[in-house]
């Protein structure tokens, strides 16, 4: 399973949340643009075998559009 380095998780929330709140960031209307921790979820990832040789922070990149009629996940048939 993937396990997040704290360091990693506490830099891309500052990264994040620094570009998100740039003007000029497109975030579609009704929706917000924030950094948000996620809970748990059972998964099959390979990503957690480089976090074996280094610390990382894996993270989901959300691409919701309501207005669009557009909230399905990546890999999901529903998505467009």
Do not use: K, Q
């Not at 830099?11 to 960031?25: N, W």
């Amino acid at each position: 399973s993937v396990v997040n380095s704290a360091d990693a998780v506490a830099r891309l929330a500052r990264i994040a949340g620094a570009v998100l709140s740039e003007p000029g960031v497109p975030v579609a209307a009704g929706n917000r643009a924030e950094v948000v921790e996620a809970r748990p979820w059972t998964a099959g990832e390979d990503f957690a075998y480089y976090h074996t040789r280094r610390p990382g922070a894996m993270f989901l990149l959300g691409t919701a559009n309501p207005a669009a009629s557009c909230g399905a996940a990546c890999h999901n048939p529903a998505f467009r």
